[in-house]
């Protein structure tokens, strides 16, 4: 009777904190800057958090497991530029954005059965993948171009509709790709907490071992989280294209840090087997409300990863102090 609370109370621990510092940021930003609680800036943030929320949701199932996949910046840029390129061609859109979620999903694929493969060297693996990526990108859309690494192309209204600040829904002024990430996040939170397919992740990252004796196959568990990794990262580069107007190769690069930080603001562990998707929206908005304060009290760029450097190291330090699940069982 004992055991049960205290394991709840660990399990929940990084849902609780996000929450209590999400509301302090808030209220702290909302009385030390002007105009940070209007509207406008709350929609700027959502919209903003919608990308971030996106490209992390990959990430965030691929600690689930215990891997880390560090291709994601990479892949966001590729799609970004890729797609750019494509909507220059006589593809039809729609089409065209079908082709690079599919490059996406494929990549995903081929880090998750290599890094299955490999085993211990999956954020190596990614990251060489993700540079090949990026860099075969580059190429092909730069051949016949003079300007490497930025693509010129005219993105459809109703593309740019979604992604845009200027974008409504159903003629409010709300962007549709934050109606589009609170779907998505409700869903997989659901199919994560209800299914038997979703607790196989938790199963996996928790012991393999056990995870084995209840006939769950780990290979096929882990290449998914992959794949899902490299879909959103690759939607993520489309609607990045969407929000600009313009592709440019460097697009997904703050995405590097950020995924990974809002994975363990979260309270989901690195080892696996704790944390969840739910938990990683409390760490997106966290760091996109911290960003926006930071940018309304005049710090810069430099200044910004310092503050999320040392917010990420008492967090990591809190968690590390919980035994991890497997030396539970």
Known sequence: MSRRPKRLRAEHRGLVLGSLLLVALFTAASILVEGFASANNIRSILLL???????????????????????IPFVIGASNILLAYLFGTSLPAPLAILCILAMGALIGVLNGVMSYRIQGQALILTLGVGFAVVGGAQIFTSLGSQFS???????????????????????????????????????????????????????????RTAAARLRISEFRVWVSTYTISGLTAAATGCLLLGFSGGGFVGVGDPYLFTTVAAVVVGGT???????????????????QVLTSFLVGMGLDYAAQQTVFGLLILPMVALYARAPHIRYQI
């Open 269 to 287: 562990s690195l080892l696996g087997g704790t944390g969840g998707y739910g938990a990683t929206v409390i760490g997106v908005l966290v760091l």
């Open 149 to 207: 690494g930025t693509v010129f192309s005219q993105v459809p209204g109703w593309f740019s509709n979604i992604a845009s600040i200027s974008g409504t829904t159903f003629g409010l002024k709300l962007p549709p790709v934050i109606l589009i990430w609170a779907a998505i996040a409700a869903s997989l939170i659901f199919w994560i907490n209800r299914t038997r397919a979703g607790r196989a992740i938790y199963a996996i990252g928790g012991n």
């Open 49 to 71: 958090a919608a990308f971030l929320g996106l490209a992390a949701l990959g990430q965030t199932m691929v600690a689930t497991v215990g891997g880390l996949d560090l291709s």
